[in-house]
Nanobody, 115 residues
Framework: QVQLVESGGGLVQPGGSLRLSCAASGSIASFYAMAWYRQVPGKQRELVAIINSRGNTNYADSVKGRFTISRDNVKNTMYLQMNSLKPEDTAVYLC?????????WGQGTQVTVSS
């Protein structure tokens, strides 16, 4: 059972940046896809960005050009670099990892964008 732990969230002003990390307790090399989701109370969980084992990425339209997802298979960590943050980016950000037959989730890290 792999555990995922997010970190890097916090309070930032509009236009600022944050870098989220998702550290896995084991190897992430077997995960064919890893992703960041975000959750706002009362709203559906939203896929923010996804990266596959080859490093191919895809983003929600709302974050394209501002967010960058990456993964380091040596450090067993996935990242989300978030730039030009907006108040509407405020949410709990969750790490997700997928291997054949299993899906794993982290507990989430709060990101608040406010002046």
């Amino acid at each position: 059972q792999v555990q995922l732990v997010e970190s890097g969230g916090g309070l930032v002003q509009p236009g600022g940046s944050l870098r989220l990390s998702c550290a896995a307790s084991g190897s992430i090399a077997s995960f064919y896809a890893m992703a960041w989701y975000r959750q706002v109370p009362g709203k559906q969980r939203e896929l923010v960005a996804i990266i596959n084992s080859r490093g191919n990425t895809n983003y929600a339209d709302s974050v394209k050009g501002r967010f960058t997802i990456s993964r380091d298979n040596v450090k067993n960590t996935m990242y989300l670099q978030m730039n030009s943050l907006k108040p509407e980016d405020t949410a709990v950000y969750l790490c997700n990892a997928n291997s054949p037959g299993a899906t794993f989730w982290g507990q989430g890290t709060q990101v608040t964008v406010s002046s």
